[in-house]
């Protein structure tokens, strides 16, 4: 039994997505995200100017008049959300968790995908893949996506990316926009996500929040680490601790970078503390342009 609490989240988050979706986003997922190829539509006459590639040769020899195959977009998208909901995702320290953010996030992605009648799929790993929901269509199949997302109680704590990699390959035959939600607080994971991105349009959401960037200064602090169980005290009016501590997170920050170019996987960063629309704006337009 799902708690009176989290459906009223669930309902808010829909009406929130599904507004900002008819509102903002409604024109740029279709024109970023084009279909997987060509189908036939019919076969017509040929008119000049028409490209003589698409001349059908046996419909021509039996009418002896020339025809060609028009072709027209394969519309319809596999669009597959893979949630990272390891321990450091239970994490916030402005208004929400980061994992309440990816949430909200899924929602606007899934809301967009179902209004071009697109198909939506969710993968939910923690050290391990934990729940797996096919690809399908219409409001109630994301409304259950988004209250996955948002309630689901995972087993581990850990993160494990080339495994969830790995079985989206296995799930998914066909190439699929699949969007990997996580803070990439993990190792080793470079080579599996250039071979996803080779069989799939991957695109990495990163979720961030201002206390991972810096520590501010309230003194002696016990620090947990999520996903490990491990505590220290640390002293955060030690000046030099908190300066070590910003160099470390930007390190990482650049090294996530670095991976993401050299992989050629486009990303997207979002963070607890700042509207993520103006985010998913600059990822559209940045791909408009690309493909423009």
Same mark, same amino acid.
């Given at each position: 039994?799902?708690?009176?609490?989290?459906?009223? #989240?669930? &309902? /808010?988050?829909q @009406? !929130?997505?599904? =507004?900002? *979706?008819?509102?903002?986003?409604?024109?740029?997922y279709?024109?970023?995200?084009?279909?997987?190829?060509?189908?036939?539509?019919?076969v017509?006459?040929?008119?000049?100017?028409?490209?003589?590639?698409?001349?059908?040769?046996?419909?021509?020899?039996r009418?002896s008049?020339?025809?060609?195959?028009?072709?027209?977009?394969?519309?319809?998208?596999?669009?597959?959300?893979?949630?990272?909901?390891?321990?450091?995702g239970r994490?916030?320290?402005?208004?929400?968790?980061?994992?309440?953010?990816?949430?909200?996030?899924?929602?606007?992605?899934?809301?967009?995908?179902i209004?071009?009648?697109?198909?939506?799929?969710l993968?939910?790993?923690?050290?391990?893949?934990?729940?797996?929901?096919?690809?399908? #269509?219409? &409001? /109630?199949?994301? @409304? !259950?996506?988004? =209250?996955? *997302?948002?309630?689901?109680?995972?087993?581990?704590?850990?993160?494990?990316?080339?495994?969830?990699?790995?079985?989206?390959?296995?799930?998914?035959?066909?190439?699929?926009?699949?969007f990997?939600v996580?803070?990439?607080?993990?190792?080793?994971?470079?080579?599996?996500?250039?071979?996803?991105?080779?069989?799939?349009?991957?695109?990495?959401?990163?979720?961030?929040?201002?206390?991972?960037?810096?520590?501010?200064?309230?003194?002696?602090?016990?620090?947990?680490?999520?996903?490990?169980?491990?505590?220290?005290?640390?002293?955060?009016?030690?000046?030099?601790?908190?300066?070590?501590?910003?160099?470390?997170?930007?390190?990482?920050?650049?090294?996530?970078?670095?991976?993401?170019?050299?992989?050629?996987?486009d990303?997207?960063?979002?963070?607890?503390?700042?509207p993520?629309i103006?985010?998913?704006?600059?990822?559209?337009?940045?791909?408009?342009?690309?493909?423009?």
């Open positions: 039994m799902i708690p009176a609490e989290v459906m009223t #989240k669930i &309902r /808010r988050i @009406l !929130r997505t599904n =507004r900002m *979706v008819n509102d903002v986003f409604a024109g740029e279709h024109s970023v995200f084009k279909g997987q190829g060509m189908e036939f539509e019919e017509r006459e040929y008119v000049p100017g028409d490209d003589i590639r698409m001349i059908d040769w046996n419909v021509t020899a009418t008049v020339p025809h060609i195959k028009k072709l027209v977009e394969e519309r319809e998208l596999t669009v597959m959300l893979m949630v990272d909901a390891s321990g450091s994490f916030g320290s402005v208004d929400r968790f980061k994992n309440e953010l990816a949430a909200e996030l899924c929602a606007v992605l899934a809301m967009s995908a209004k071009n009648n697109d198909r939506v799929g993968i939910i790993f923690t050290d391990d893949v934990e729940l797996y929901i096919p690809p399908d #269509k219409g &409001r /109630r199949h994301v @409304l !259950r996506v988004i =209250r996955e *997302v948002l309630y689901f109680q995972p087993r581990g704590v850990g993160t494990n990316i080339p495994e969830a990699l790995h079985f989206l390959n296995g799930v998914t035959k066909r190439r699929s926009v699949a990997m996580s803070d990439f607080m993990a190792d080793n994971y470079e080579a599996a996500l250039r071979i996803a991105n080779r069989r799939h349009d991957l695109i990495a959401v990163t979720v961030t929040d201002p206390r991972e960037e810096s520590l501010p200064n309230v003194g002696l602090l016990n620090v947990r680490d999520a996903e490990t169980g491990r505590e220290i005290l640390v002293n955060t009016a030690d000046s030099k601790l908190r300066s070590l501590y910003e160099l470390k997170s930007r390190k990482q920050a650049d090294d996530r970078s670095t991976i993401f170019r050299r992989t050629r996987v990303s997207i960063d979002v963070r607890t503390d700042t993520y103006d985010a998913i704006h600059r990822f559209f337009k940045m791909r408009e342009k690309r493909h423009g």
